[in-house]
């Protein structure tokens, strides 16, 4: 889905037209024009952004992934400096399961990968993920985040894995949240400490069939 916006006399394509991207006085100029279009197409694209907008940050939307998103999906699965923890990088149709997998999330869970926007570029900068996850026969409710590279060294991941962290707390009413992170990702790890989450155990998880050891980071619900 895309809507076009004037900036200085040149036109513009705008991801998920929502509007705290594209600014006030832009949405009002959108809504003027939706006047004239056909009820039936309203409905359609209150439901598109109503039912796929989860949260929100200070910087960031994060909304559902879509197979238009490819490109944006591709920039960071198929970027081998992205998916090193994994040891793998993604293909065409690894991408598009990868996708898919996320949506049928959406509907069992409302949960899974979102896609992580920027509200002033409207540029997808990564994911952030809130999703279940099972660990020795036990649920958990997992923390995730991939930023395309690009956008590192920026405060995204600690910003996007806080918003979902609120989601979970204030929003789900959950007692804890998880972070699975390899002990030799000192990013991450770097990630999740600053959210306040600590390590509370092991535990070795298979990857597309390789054997990885993972730590277990846990933050307490103090509210709950």
């Given at each position: 889905m895309w809507y076009y916006k004037n900036t200085k006399n040149k036109i513009e394509r705008c991801p998920s037209g929502l509007r705290?991207?594209?600014?006030?006085?832009?949405?009002?100029?959108?809504?003027?024009?939706?006047?004239?279009?056909?009820?039936?197409?309203?409905?359609?694209?209150?439901?598109?952004?109503?039912?796929?907008?989860?949260?929100?940050?200070?910087?960031?939307?994060?909304?559902?992934?879509?197979e238009i998103d490819f490109p944006d999906v591709a920039e960071m699965l198929k970027n081998p400096n992205v998916?090193?923890?994994?040891?793998?990088?993604?293909?065409?149709?690894?991408?598009?399961?990868?996708?898919?997998?996320?949506r049928e999330y959406y509907k069992r869970y409302g949960l899974g990968y979102f896609l992580a926007i920027d509200k002033l570029t409207s540029e997808v900068v990564?994911?952030?993920?809130?999703?279940?996850?099972?660990?020795?026969?036990?649920?958990?409710?997992e923390i995730g985040y991939i930023l395309k590279e690009r956008f590192w060294h920026k405060g995204y991941a600690s910003e996007g894995a806080r918003a979902m962290i609120d989601y979970a707390f204030n929003i789900l009413?959950?007692?804890?949240?998880?972070?699975?992170?390899?002990?030799?990702?000192?990013?991450?790890?770097?990630?999740?400490?600053?959210?306040?989450?600590?390590?509370?155990?092991?535990?070795?998880?298979?990857?597309?069939g390789k054997e990885m050891k993972h730590l277990i980071y846990t933050l307490e619900n103090l509210r709950s």
């Open positions: 705290c991207q594209l600014g006030k006085g832009v949405w009002e100029q959108f809504h003027r024009g939706f006047e004239a279009l056909p009820r039936c197409f309203l409905f359609f694209l209150y439901n598109y952004f109503v039912n796929n907008i989860l949260t929100e940050s200070e910087r960031l939307i994060f909304r559902r992934m879509s998916t090193y923890a994994w040891e793998y990088v993604f293909d065409d149709i690894d991408i598009l399961e990868w996708i898919k997998k996320n990564g994911q952030t993920a809130l999703m279940p996850d099972v660990i020795n026969g036990i649920e958990h409710s009413k959950l007692n804890n949240v998880i972070f699975e992170i390899r002990p030799e990702n000192l990013p991450s790890r770097k990630v999740a400490e600053k959210c306040g989450a600590v390590v509370t155990g092991e535990f070795v998880k298979n990857v597309r």
